[in-house]
Structures are given as C-alpha cells and as structure tokens.
C-alpha cells in the first residue's frame, strides 16, 4: 500500500520491504543491548561499590545521584563518544583513527582496575563475534583487520559489533543507545547487590538513568575530539582505594 503526496506516491513506512531492515536494525540493537550478551558486565561496578564502601552510595537515592552523575561525566565524555567515531572508523577500515581511539581509552583509564575492565570486556565482545554462525561474522572479519586492532578496547569493540551487525544507514545515535542502555542497565544491577536495594527501587533507578539518556547520547554522538575527556578524579580515586578493599562482590 501506499500514500499519496502532491509529488506523486512514495512508499508505505510500514511495507515489508522497509519494515524488515527496521525490523532488523532494532533487533540487532536489543541483541547488544541484552545483559544476557556474554560480555561479563555483571563482575563490574566501576567504583559503585568503592562508593558504598566509602558511604558515598547508602540508599535508592544517592545511587541514583551517583550513578546519573557518572553518566553524564564519564561515559556521555568518554565511551560513548569513541564507540560514535569509532563505529564510523570500522565502516570505513580507518586503521589509523581506530588506532588514535583504542590509544585513547587504554591511556584514560586511571585505575588499573579500570583498564582491566575495557580490555576484558573488548576481548569478550570480539570472542563473541568470533563465536557467531559464519553469516554473521563481523565485517570487516578479524582477517583483515591489523594484528594490533584485533584485541581493542571495549568502546572501540562494541563498535566493531554495531558496525557487523546494524545497517550503515542506522543513525549513530540510535546505535550509541544500546550502548549507553547496556551500561545504565548493568549499573542498576551492580547497585541492587551493592547497596543493596530492592528489585522495585533497582528499576526506578534505571527509569531515571533512561530518561537522561537520550540528551547525552545525542551530545556524544556529534562531540568533536577535541571535546572528548574522561576526567572523573573522585571516581578515579575510589577505583584505585577498590582494588585493596577487603570485602568485594566486583571486579571494579
């Protein structure tokens, strides 16, 4: 079917031909948003629990102060903005660029426990991809990308997974939402078992993590490099005082 304008016929929005790659697009998009994707996102709480510890973090709300805060100071800067310009830069098998992010992440991690993280988790997505049906092997597949890109970091990873597995004309701002949702959802998991709080206060705390998503994905999206940072002294701080804490449930 379709609908009549003053220039003629255009096609339906819903018509099977075009349904099926939006279809497609928002299936891979729920796929790499899913916690059950074995990434081990579940052994991390980037400071959380250091914050807990250092009674920072007591109750639903001053998780949900803390973890909004965090998002709009480290992954909105940081992450979610290499993931953009490196989903770009795999499209394009832009070895150079993607060397300068994947340089970048490993020299902004200000905690080993940090840095541990992004390369564990990098190496978990290109393993995943690894492990997919052969007509799903990442593109470009690890054969043609140089030796030093094939263990990259997790932003520059998650990348190499949203460029095989979305089309190149979805919009980088819906890719970088199922990073970003991956992230808050997985942040409101680690504050239900280090707070801890309840299941009903975990999902308030992600429906306010949800909300302020858009606004900062859509500023990471288009972020120049030169406005790109990851500076978060007191998460930094607690990070480093995690790694010799003497109770833990997470790897960070």
């Not at 990098?122 to 054969?143: D, F, K, N, R, Y």
């Amino acid at each position: 079917m379709a609908t009549t304008t003053g220039t003629g016929m255009r096609p339906d929005p819903l018509a099977p031909e075009a349904s099926a790659t939006d279809d497609g697009a928002l299936l891979a998009l729920l796929w790499l948003a899913s916690p059950a994707l074995p990434l081990g996102g579940f052994s991390y709480s980037e400071g959380l629990e250091a914050a807990v510890e250092a009674g920072l973090v007591r109750d639903e709300a001053s998780a949900a102060a803390w973890l909004q805060a965090q998002l709009r100071l480290a992954p909105a800067r940081a992450d979610l903005a290499v993931t953009a310009a490196a989903l770009a830069a795999w499209r394009q098998a832009d070895w150079s660029a993607l060397r300068e992010l994947d340089g970048w992440v490993r020299r902004t991690r200000e905690s080993a426990e940090l840095r541990l993280q992004t390369e564990q988790q990098g190496h978990a997505v290109v393993q995943w991809l690894g492990s997919l049906a052969p007509e799903l092997h990442p593109a470009p597949p690890p054969a043609a990308v140089p030796q030093d890109l094939r263990q990259p970091t997790y932003p520059v990873a998650y990348a190499w997974a949203l460029a095989s597995l979305t089309p190149p004309a979805l919009p980088v701002a819906r890719a970088l939402l199922a990073a970003g949702f991956a992230w808050c959802e997985a942040m409101a998991q680690a504050a239900i078992k280090a707070v801890p709080l309840g299941q009903a206060a975990g999902q308030r705390l992600l429906a306010r993590l949800r909300a302020a998503l858009p606004a900062l994905v859509a500023q990471a999206a288009t972020l120049p490099a030169a406005q790109r940072q990851s500076f978060t002294p007191m998460l930094a701080i607690l990070s480093a005082r995690h790694e010799t804490q003497y109770s833990r449930l997470f790897r960070s």
